[in-house]
């Protein structure tokens, strides 16, 4: 089952999780949360806000030393005075932690919404339930692929937007298998391509993921013809 509750863009995952973090030791004894996963979830909380703020500070940053370095290098009318920016300050680094902290939080959830005593109002204030507008939105969304040869590999070319990645599935002439996920565009197709003086028609399709399970429509099928 798709989870429609989960806040795709990183900036409201970490408020999501903040908010969740913030709340959850109230429904401790309730749920029988031990004192060592109310502290681990707090945690993933402070690590996620602080690794979000401080990308945006770097980002921010990196923006201002690209304006400079263009202006160093081929100045700018009624520009006369070019100072190079200060690094960002970033805040004191929290506690780390182990990578998986959307997992770890999806986890948890899963197992709160199956206590009997879980109820919508208790998952309302935690963040953990959905509108039905958002999950609409969730629904219908379907990827876009074009897939093109570069470096002698086939390429598609898809955009993320706010979703995880995609599971890509391809057919080599016998129908259509699991291919990979992907989760960084574009992704590139590593299969051996036909013998030497042989060519055939592969397809793709993908659909997306919030985290490893997949929401919205199978994206319309391409095809590329390839050659040894």
């Known amino acids: 089952m798709p989870i429609t509750y989960l806040e795709l863009t990183d900036e409201k995952f970490a408020i999501q999780l903040s908010n969740f973090g913030s709340k959850i030791g109230t429904y401790a004894t309730l749920f029988a949360l031990t004192p060592a996963e109310i502290t681990s979830i707090q945690a993933d909380a402070a690590q996620f806000a602080w690794t979000v703020m401080s990308f945006k500070k770097i980002e921010s940053n990196k923006q ?31 506690a780390a932690v182990a990578p998986g902290v959307s997992f770890r939080f999806t986890t948890i959830v899963k197992r709160i919404k199956a206590h009997p005593c879980y109820a919508t109002a208790i998952g ?20 876009k692929l074009k897939a093109i040869m570069r470096g002698g590999k086939v390429n598609l070319v898809w955009k993320k ?4 990645g995609i599971l890509i599935e391809k057919d080599s002439g016998a129908g259509f298998v699991a291919l990979d996920k992907d989760f960084s565009p574009d992704f590139i197709d590593n299969s051996p391509m ?3 003086g042989e060519s055939a028609v592969w397809k793709y399709r993908a659909i997306y993921l919030v985290g490893d399970d997949k929401v919205g429509l199978i994206s319309d099928i391409v095809s590329i013809t390839v050659a040894g």
């Open 64 to 94: 201002n030393w690209t304006k400079y370095k263009k202006i160093l290098r081929k100045g700018e009318a009624n520009v006369t005075v070019n100072v190079a920016p200060s690094a960002p300050a970033l805040d004191a680094v929290p």
């Open 124 to 143: 309302q204030n935690l963040g953990i339930e959905k509108t039905a507008t958002a999950k609409g939105n969730t629904d219908d969304a379907q990827p």
């Open 161 to 164: 937007g706010n979703f995880t």
């Open 194 to 196: 036909p013998a030497a």
